[in-house]
């Protein structure tokens, strides 16, 4: 069975990241056995300068929707980490190795279950479809590469890895996935929310939420600089929405919506210490 995990668990440190860099360099593209590897190295880096939040009981939550997505992704058998950062940026970025980093101001404007899902459902999307991966793979053949490591990776987030000890600041800056990339990420998050029980309407709910934070909340306009507009995300999930409406069973869609259990999540959310503040200026 999937399982998605809800502690950090420190890699083996076989190799420095940028000696798996290297050699994957010499070999020409990334299996993924290496795609793994990197994943694993770069997870362990960026954690050690992240506010990662450690409530059990947050975590499952996040953990229990995830689990439900993976399930019927493109890549069940990949295991996937999904991690918490105590941030007052709104963001969610994903690394190989199914590594899923959602931010406590994204998640704290999810309504519900369903829309959490969605969330989920657009990262683990980037994963099972290796976008980060294939992305390397050209930058490696156009010679960017060290720079390109964190700007594919970690590109939307550089107030977060403003950190002298893991020096990344200067290397980041670009957009994390091309707009193609996102694009094809919001089709598969819809069907994967329809496959898992959960209404996809939840996922126009939530891009909408987003937009209306705009003009209030600087960090979201930020985030979404690097996607393709809200409104025409909007229209492409309401089209593969129509194109799925016979697989949608009424009936079972919201059945996994379990609002109670969502509140109380949110709440246990406003419980954690004050997030982390950011500039969110570059």
Known sequence: MTRASIQVERPHRLLPVWALVLATLLVGCIGEEREQQLGDELAAELNLSLPLVSDDAVLFHIAEVGSRIVEVSDRPEQEYT????????VNAFSLPGGHIYL??????RTESAAELAGVIAHEVAHVAARHGVRRLEREMRSGSLITAMYEIFLGGEPALLDN???RLSEQLGSGLHSRSDEREAD???VRYLVQAGYSPEAYISFLQTIAEDDEDAPAA?????????????IA????????LEGAVDKERAGSQDDRAAHRAFLVRLSLLPEPLTFSHGR
């Open 103 to 108: 931010t406590r101001a994204l998640l704290e």
């Open 187 to 189: 089709r598969h998050a």
């Open 164 to 166: 002298p000890a893991v």
């Open 236 to 243: 492409l999930a309401r089209e593969k929405i129509e194109t």
């Open 221 to 233: 306009a930020e985030w979404f600089s690097t996607h393709p507009s809200t409104d025409s995300r």
């Open 82 to 89: 999904f991690y918490l950062v105590n941030s007052d940026i």
